[in-house]
């Protein structure tokens, strides 16, 4: 897809359910969101994952620099904004994980946890960074295509190694040396002290751009951070090291999302992203000694041991109790779950399917009654 931010049309793509925890994936300094295929698949399944080519990269429009790390960062917040996404899981890779330490500094209310990889607090200055770019600037980005290459990866003969090649030879050099000048630009006092999310900083140890050291230093700058460092991987370990890389990301997910140990905490959470805080708020100041036995039933039994498995992602969940429940003809229930697909992700389109199931399975009349509801709700939530 492509979206207007402000002075650019960014190209970005969205995966897996929309009721699952988003998170964005923001590429290295001369590629484009790709690289980040492997760890996208694994993440899909159970994450609403967004990939987003940044200012300059990919398909997203380039424009004159330099850039500035806070104009990298805001780009990638308006961006989730656009998407009705208001806060965020966000990991990147080199420049990409400083936009994403910058966006945690700038919005700390945006960010919900950090997964920097193979990036620095500072990236060397102009004594590490002018030379390239007057490279750049004279031959395009075939001049310093080599030397980058041998940062990036330690096999340059894998299939993945040469496709990392080409997303640099096809980057517009106006967007490498705008990026690079924000990374040339970075003091490394940025940050320290303004990061305080739950974060897992990766790097391969051997990368010699943004070395182990420099992944300490992050370590010590946020408190409570874990430090990954995964073997025999340079600068971009996506393809390199795929399983090691996907392996850290989803373990910091699943620590990042998991819910309270008890049942009922963890059905009281749930049913609230579910339902909605308004709806649950009501019900629970209608609360009497009469109900709170049956409310804690299905707090704990169903809300905390069903809901909560990991077999099923909500969606499919939310589907599974429409049908159910028209078919059994419970039109209360009914009405509550087709107001929470608002938050499950089940279209409209969803629902008229699987009335067609309970109308060919459980009758015409149960099915027909249900569709009547099913509109009247959905009318009302338009409005």
Known sequence: MFIQLDDIAVHAEVSGPDSGPPVLLLHSLG?????????AKALAKRHRV???D???????EATPGPYTMDRLAQDALALLHALGIHAAHVAGVSIGGHIAMRMAALAPERILSLMPCDT????????????????????????????TLGRWVLDRSLASSKGLRRMLLTTDPTGWLGCAAALRDTTGSELPGRVRCPT????????ESTPVAAAQAIHAAIPESKLVIIAEAAHIPNFEREEAMTRALLAHMKLVTALPA???EAGMA????ILGEAHVDRSEAALTALDMPFRDFILEGVWGRVWTRPGLPYR?????????????GHHDEFRLHVRATANTGVTPEEIAEILLQVAAYAGVPTANTALRLAKDILKEMEG
């Open 200 to 207: 897992t900083i990766l790097v391969g140890d051997r990368d």
């Open 262 to 264: 008890s049942a009922a």
């Open 31 to 39: 590629t484009n969101f790709h690289m980040w295929g492997p760890q």
């Open 120 to 147: 620095a607090l500072d990236f060397g200055g102009a004594t590490n960074w002018q030379g390239r770019m007057d490279a750049v600037a004279a031959g395009g980005m075939a001049a310093v295509a080599d030397a």
């Open 316 to 328: 499919d969940r939310s589907l599974l109790c429409l049908g159910i429940l028209a078919a059994l």
């Open 270 to 273: 749930v049913r609230r992203r």
């Open 50 to 52: 967004i990939r987003m």
């Open 54 to 60: 940044m200012r300059g990269h990919g398909l997203t």
